[in-house]
């Protein structure tokens, strides 16, 4: 009988003998499996531990219902917020006018400089660069993809950007450009390539609902390439017989995620079961 095998047969008999007297053996751990914290949650510790005023990027910023919620998180952050539908970027300069901390800029992002044909939907919700495609009947409610109108948006690079107005770094990037997520982290090469850029927080989709549409995968490797890896998959949406449709996604550059964990463990050491 080799090592491993004794090893085996001592646990299983002090298993059954101590399982007869009303006791169980268990592995200790290193932290608590299964709990989780919000998308939101996580980007707060990560980005209140760095001890500095974060800079938060909105791309896709609609009507600043996500500018509202970091601006919870962070009250001294400096927020720049970016959103070609007029009517939208209307009702976000008007909720933020009074916050001398957030930019809201009315164009679109995207890896270059230029112009775009923008494809406004009813309601705005589904609104992208990238026109539908007849997937979206099988995921989404009808009016969701219903085209409104078409018309030519300025589009900007975070690059060139970030160079005009003195942004150095980003701590939290967030998309939600509608199947354009891989378009716009193109036009921050510079950025993710030097480490500039802390977090992603974007929407990611499964299935090709634009034309041209980013996927999740193509996301997760373009990331992974730059020193950025997946930490959780959040908010996760289904369409015809549960197949996958779409959901958040955060990102965080490897030495970031590695602190997380070791936080992690410390507070199951303070906090042991």
Known sequence: M????????LKSAASNWLERTGYRISKIKRFEEGVGLSAFDVQSRVATAAGNRPVIFDVGANRGQTIARYR????????????????FFDQCATTCKADTNVVVNNFAVGDNDGEAMFHETVGGQTSSILAATDRVSYYFSDGDFSRYRTYPVRK????????????????????DTEGYELAVLRGAETLLRSGRVGMVYTEVNFDRFWNGCALYHHIATYLEGHGVDL??????????????????????????????????????????R
Not at 2 to 9: D, F, I, P
Not at 72 to 87: N, T
Not at 157 to 174: A, F, N, Q
């Open 231 to 272: 930490f959780g998959i959040y908010e996760l949406g289904a369409g015809a017989f549960g197949a996958a449709r779409s959901g958040d996604a955060l990102f965080m550059r490897t030495e970031l995620k590695s602190r997380v964990f070791a936080q992690a463990v410390e507070e199951q050491g303070r906090n042991p």
């Open 2 to 9: 080799n090592a491993l095998t004794l090893k085996r047969w």
């Open 156 to 175: 900007r690079s975070l690059d060139s950007y970030c160079k005009e107005v003195g942004v150095d770094s980003i701590d939290i990037l967030k998309l």
């Open 72 to 87: 919870r998180l962070f009250p001294s952050a400096s927020i720049h917020a970016f959103e070609p539908v007029r009517e």
